[in-house]
């Protein structure tokens, strides 16, 4: 069974401060996708990465693609309210089947 | 254009009730999904069509019944459920092609209710 782990599950900050989250595995994915969901709303995706070493950007959010695309890891500068939600990665092997991390709750404190 | 739309929004059900979830993608995805979110958990795979078949059954109980009508629809139909079925149920579509194209696009969801 594949594994993707998510750290942290709950992280609580004041706005304006950095964070990361990471999803590691012990299994090579062929994609990456970050999400992010808010309460009883379907996730919405933020990014995929298909490159080992590959870093996106998107605004203040940074995605990284580990080089063996066994990992990933999400970075936030100066955070701000609106980024409070569930944030999810889920890595692609093919056949359609995503493996999901349990999930980083995020809350920005004003 | 990136949405897959689902309706209802919200449904509430008894236990001898049958309804029907409905999906809808104009993006001309050829692999259409069915996930299953309880609270607090990541999204649960239970169906997925590639090109309008059944290519996984991630052995749901027979009360749910998947039904892909065309490329562009999906639905699934709820009969006799439990209440541990309420939850979260999510639709997603995607390219059906190897690589960036394996990205799952997912609607707002449905939320469910079973009294």
């Known amino acids: 069974t594949q594994l993707l782990e998510q750290s942290p599950q709950f992280l609580s900050i004041q706005e304006g401060e950095n964070l990361t989250v990471y999803c590691n595995s012990s299994?090579?994915?062929?994609?990456l996708q970050w999400y992010r969901q808010e309460p009883g709303e379907g996730p919405v995706l933020l990014v995929t990465?298909?490159?080992?070493?590959e870093v996106k950007k998107l605004k203040r959010l940074t995605f990284q693609f580990g080089d063996a695309r066994k990992d990933s890891s999400l970075h936030i500068t100066a955070a701000q309210p609106g980024d409070t939600g569930l944030y999810l990665c889920?890595?692609?092997?093919?056949?359609?089947?995503?493996?999901f991390g349990q999930g980083t709750r995020l809350t920005i404190n004003p | 254009d990136t949405e897959v739309t689902q309706t209802p929004k919200h449904l509430v059900m008894g236990m001898t009730n049958k309804k029907s979830l409905k999906c809808e993608q104009h993006?001309?995805?050829?692999?259409m999904y069915w996930y299953k979110q309880k609270a607090k958990k990541p999204p649960e795979l239970m169906f997925v069509?590639?090109?309008?078949?059944?290519?996984i059954n991630e052995s749901v109980p027979s009360r749910f019944s998947p039904e892909c009508p065309n490329s562009s629809l999906l639905n699934l139909h709820l009969h006799a459920l439990q209440p541990e079925d309420s939850a979260l149920y999510l639709c997603?579509?995607?390219?059906?092609?190897?690589?960036?194209?394996?990205?799952?696009?997912f609607g707002p969801g449905t939320r469910l209710l079973v009294l």
């Open positions: 990465v298909v490159t080992g070493g």
């Open positions: 993006m001309g995805h050829r692999a």
């Open positions: 889920a890595g692609g092997q093919g056949a359609q089947k995503l493996v």
């Open positions: 299994s090579v994915f062929s994609s």
């Open positions: 997603a579509s995607s390219r059906l092609l190897q690589g960036a194209e394996e990205t799952q696009y």
């Open positions: 069509y590639s090109y309008e078949k059944l290519s």
